[in-house]
């Protein structure tokens, strides 16, 4: 893939090491092991509420959302550490979701039986029809 830099590997669901750079009242901001060049953001929200946290400390997360302009990643430790269990989702079933981030176009939701499962709902019609 000539001309795309290599954090382009990097999608939604993926699992990365980070660690923190800064702490804020609204969460913290982390380099990513695996993608120096991206600026990974952990929202409070998707912070473990039980843990204090500090510059230079490791943490697993789960990426969120990707702005490849910005060079940017969406991250949560949340969703890291929560257990994995076998998710089915079936066609025409009903499911409890949790929304873990709101987009313009999109959001991103984690399943209430299994928090690890996580989709991707399209808000807006891309069709012209």
Known sequence: MKGQHAFHKVQAGDRVKAEISLVKDYGNIVGVEKFPSLTGFVLSEHLNPKKEYKEGQEINCVVLDIDFEKEILDLSERLAEAK????????????????ELNKEDYLLVSFKQSRTCIGLLMTQSFNDD
């Open 84 to 99: 994995p269990a076998p998710a089915q989702v079936k066609v025409g079933h009903q499911y409890r979701v949790t929304v």
